[in-house]
């Protein structure tokens, strides 16, 4: 490929990842929800982040699922007794790097 | 939103960004050396993160390019794994109390998985469009900072830290999401079935779709059974600052 198309290429997925970003700036200003889809839609924050977590946490390492299980697990616990997000993120990657030390 | 000035509200959102950057900087520098090896520029790479600024999908369209994928295939793939983020923009939107059209659109750029998630548990004090731009600006400035270390100076982290960086933002989606499950089990039920649906829905379709359905389907579900707190003044803001 010409490197014009790569352009072309970051051009269209420019496009096609701003688009529906933009669309809910426009229009949920405008739009006036009932109580039932307000609701709907204060519980997707916690459905989707659920969805991102699992399952691809026990995938963060293919070959070593007690990766994803022990760095998840330790943010689990910490997250629980309210630690800030900054603590959960360290001591996650700080137990990852141990066990990566013994694997 | 309360009387606090724009400035102030901004260095919140930019303070409650910082545990992004030690998720996005890593795989910034994963993407741009993927890219690089696939055959694109150093220009190139950085202008697409520039532009596109969502970085599960830049992986898969230089991974598609490598192996010779059509411009409209890699567009359409793009456009698919993106497409969860309409959802994500409708929340960040409708919980944002103030903001003009134009300064939406702006913040429409920044919406991501990790700001959606960051944005929308925050309390109502910080729910104004100043404290979401902060807070991208530091995720977009990580994700591009990445880009151009992966593109200009490959790998210079060590593979045991760049490889224990891979569960940060994981610990960030829970850092986020468990405190608002204690004291509210219903809503750990629902969390925990959106686990497992998603779970499911993964080994037969790909991750993009099973991560909408499993979202809209367990949030449609829960508007039956969950209660939530309607004012989220406390949040979890003790969590994020």
Known sequence: MASTDIFLLIAGMMAVTYIPRAIPAVLVDKMKFGS???KFLKLI???AMAALIFPGVFLVDNMNPIIGIAGGAVAIVLAMRKCQIMVCVLAAVAVDFVLYLFL | MSNKNWKASYMTGMRSGLPVILGFVPV?????IMARQA????LETCSMSIAVFAGASQMMAVGMY?????LIAMIVATFILNLRHLIMSTCVMNQMQDGSTAGRLLAAFGVTDESFAIFTTESKENSNLMYFL???TVTYLSWNAGTLIGAVASDFLPAIVTASLGIALYAMFIGLLFPNLTGNWKLAVLVLLTAMCNTVLTQVMASSWALIISTL??????VFFVELDEEKEEGNTDGIN
Do not use: N
Request: aromatic share 14%.
């Open chain 1, 36 to 38: 039932r889809t307000e």
């Open chain 1, 45 to 47: 924050p916690y459905t």
């Open chain 2, 28 to 32: 910034g520098i994963a993407y741009a």
């Open chain 2, 39 to 42: 055959g694109f520029s150093v």
């Open chain 2, 66 to 70: 490598e192996q010779g994928a059509g």
């Open chain 2, 134 to 136: 902060g807070l991208i």
């Open chain 2, 217 to 222: 389907l367990c949030a449609f579900i829960g």
